[in-house]
């Protein structure tokens, strides 16, 4: 059982170099004991080698061969001075950066004992035995000390770094919020405003078509009070479209009646499919996007054919709104075309995005313009 702190990258870092340390280590032996007749000792050396390819997911049973193999090493008739395998200090170090280092201490101190022999010490063979064992046991537990002292500073930068994002990221929304509140009691007094008077000129009024307009405009005016009551109350407690709101379901209202808004003069609507099934907030969507698309033509291209096209497939709504080239006359008014905050077609894509849709709008290459949004009508809650 390795440390379970381990990364995938540390890991890896460690396999490599156990493999990289027994190839140099094999290498090594085989130059030092070459004609020296010490065959044994040589294949006690190696299998340690061997040992060390498996010290990343098995280090304790490697320590505990390396101890076999040292002893094997001290008690064989041949021995002198040297009873450590050569692979001992890497095996020591491998072990100290893999276990608690009361165990890796442990494996170390019995290693030093086997190697000197306690039978028979002397200086020369406790020095060997502790540059063998000791020392790369200390250098073993500073360097890894030390790496995980970077990667804890590292970890609180990144977390510091994470917490101002966050902090930056709610001082946004907050201002968002606050903008938006200011921005609805503006438009919501001087919408009001407008109800009233229009209200006012429909009583008074003697001629029958101001009447009627005067109606038309009372009317969405209430419309434009209501929708944005509901998009403060989307602001305010983060909901999402069609989601419910202060605990109430979301209402039925799809935004308005599609075939009055297209009955301007030069507008073709076409409809195919069931509209009864499609969920409200799919509904209040493409009502949205042919709203908005109508207002541009009208703004850019005065006058030019413009053409609806609503389907409802079942599993989907696809809405085209495709507007020719501008006619020559009359020519589109430059104070009207500024009046546009250009964020329609941006709030498009954005509210046809969040329900999972695809919106594009782009010209049609021949000096037109086309709007299209495919919205999924399987909204879960």
């Known amino acids: 059982m390795?440390?379970?702190?381990?990364?995938a990258g540390d890991r890896r870092t460690v396999v490599l170099a156990s493999w990289g340390a027994a190839l140099l280590c094999a290498i090594v032996q085989v130059f030092l004991y070459?004609?020296?007749?010490?065959?044994?000792?040589?294949?006690?050396n190696l299998l340690v080698d061997v040992c060390?390819?498996?010290?990343?997911?098995?280090?304790?049973?490697?320590?505990?061969?390396?101890?076999a193999a040292t002893a094997a090493l001290a008690l064989s008739t041949g021995a002198t001075q040297v009873f450590a395998p050569v692979a001992a200090p890497l095996v020591v170090s491998f072990l100290v950066y893999l276990l608690p280092w009361r165990q890796a201490f442990a494996f170390a101190a019995a290693l030093a004992l086997l190697a000197i022999p306690i039978w028979a010490p002397t200086w020369t063979a406790l020095s060997f035995s502790l540059s063998a064992t000791a020392l790369p046991a200390v250098v073993a537990l500073w360097l890894k000390t030390r790496y995980e002292l970077v990667r804890s500073l590292r970890r609180r930068a990144e977390l510091a770094d994470a917490e101002r994002h966050l902090l930056a990221e709610r001082a946004?929304?907050?201002?968002?919020?606050r903008l938006a509140a200011e921005m609805h009691d503006i438009v919501t007094h001087h919408v009001t405003e407008i109800v009233l008077n229009a209200e006012a000129l429909r009583v008074t009024a003697r001629d029958d078509s101001a009447r009627t307009a005067a109606d038309q405009i009372r009317r969405a005016g209430a419309r434009t009070l209501d929708e944005l009551r509901e998009l403060m109350q989307v602001v305010a407690g983060d909901e999402l479209p069609g989601k419910s709101v202060g605990g109430r379901p979301p209402?039925?209202?799809?935004?308005?009646?599609l075939a009055a808004l297209a009955s301007g003069e030069g507008v073709t609507l076409s409809v195919s499919g069931d509209a009864s099934a499609v969920p409200a907030v799919v509904a209040r969507a493409a009502y949205r996007v042919v709203q908005e698309s109508l207002t541009n033509a009208r703004k850019h291209a005065p006058g030019a054919p413009v053409?609806?096209?609503?389907?409802?497939?079942?599993?989907r709504v696809e809405?085209?709104?495709?507007n020719q080239p501008p006619c020559p006359s009359p020519?589109?008014?430059?104070?009207?075309?500024?009046?546009?905050?250009?964020?329609?077609?941006i709030g498009l894509r954005r509210r046809v995005t969040l329900l999972g849709g695809v919106f594009a709008a782009e010209g049609d290459g021949q000096g037109g313009f086309v709007v299209t949004a495919t919205i999924p009508t399987d909204q879960r809650p």
């Open 2 to 7: 390795t440390r379970p702190d381990l990364t």
């Open 34 to 44: 070459a004609g020296t007749g010490q065959v044994a000792e040589l294949v006690v």
């Open 52 to 67: 060390l390819l498996g010290v990343v997911r098995l280090p304790r049973t490697v320590g505990t061969l390396t101890l």
């Open 172 to 177: 946004e929304v907050a201002e968002r919020r």
């Open 251 to 257: 209402d039925r209202d799809t935004g308005g009646d």
């Open 307 to 315: 053409t609806v096209t609503l389907s409802y497939p079942g599993d």
């Open 319 to 322: 809405v085209e709104v495709h």
């Open 331 to 345: 020519s589109p008014s430059p104070s009207l075309a500024a009046t546009g905050s250009g964020m329609g077609l």
